[in-house]
């Protein structure tokens, strides 16, 4: 067991017996890039703070099971993993049909354009291609290219928390950057 390990086994001990400093410095820790992650893998505000929530709920409620093998963040990470599934899983079960106009915010009450026209910015519209390309791909290429690019997870960390094998993880990864890059390079009209 690492230093690093045998500090947040610590920590997990502290809030297994009541110890509130260690509840919220585990909050402090992990809150802002797991809900990162679930905002970037949900694209739903809402639906990625209750994934958070959840995490936070079974870090707390099962901080007796965790035993120090892995880093803490790992461990709580594959936790808000599962929980992002379990709402994938749910969407897919869920049928939503809106009746409402897509456009109705584009206009004021009395029918007149309330939008204005913004400055192109170059960047601005290659980040927005690029996260639509990274929507487009399969989910685990999603996952693991976020976990390494945005996170900037250690890629060994990345391939324990989604199980597969370090080998493994970098072909995942290789395959997610030549799809983003040739996706971008189709959408910027770029493409050989």
Not at 41 to 60: F, I, K
Not at 117 to 124: E, M, P, S
Not at 132 to 144: G, S, T, V, W, Y
Request: overall charge negative; glycine content about 4%; aromatic content about 6%.
């Amino acid at each position: 067991m690492t230093p690093k390990h045998a500090a947040d086994l610590e920590l997990a001990q502290r809030i297994v017996v009541g110890d509130e400093a260690a509840a919220t410095e585990v909050f402090r820790r992990l809150s802002s890039e797991m809900y990162g992650f679930a905002r970037k893998m949900l694209d739903d505000a809402g639906q990625a703070e209750d994934a958070l929530q959840e995490t936070m709920l079974a870090v707390l409620r099962n901080a007796a099971t965790y035993d120090g093998r892995v880093a803490l963040r790992s461990w709580a990470f594959r936790i808000l993993r599962n929980k992002v599934y379990d709402i994938f899983r749910q969407r897919s079960r869920d049928i939503l049909v809106s009746m409402a106009d897509p456009e109705a915010a584009s206009f004021d009450p009395n029918g007149k354009w309330n939008q204005s026209f913004a400055v192109w910015n170059d960047d601005a519209e290659l980040l927005k291609i690029v996260q639509h390309c990274m929507e487009q791909l399969p989910h685990n290429q999603r996952e693991a290219l976020h976990l390494c690019s945005l996170e900037e997870m250690p890629a060994q960390e990345v391939a324990e928390l989604v199980g597969v094998s370090y080998t493994n993880l970098r072909q995942i990864l290789h395959r997610s950057r030549a799809a983003v890059r040739k996706c971008t390079e189709l959408a910027l009209g770029k493409a050989p």
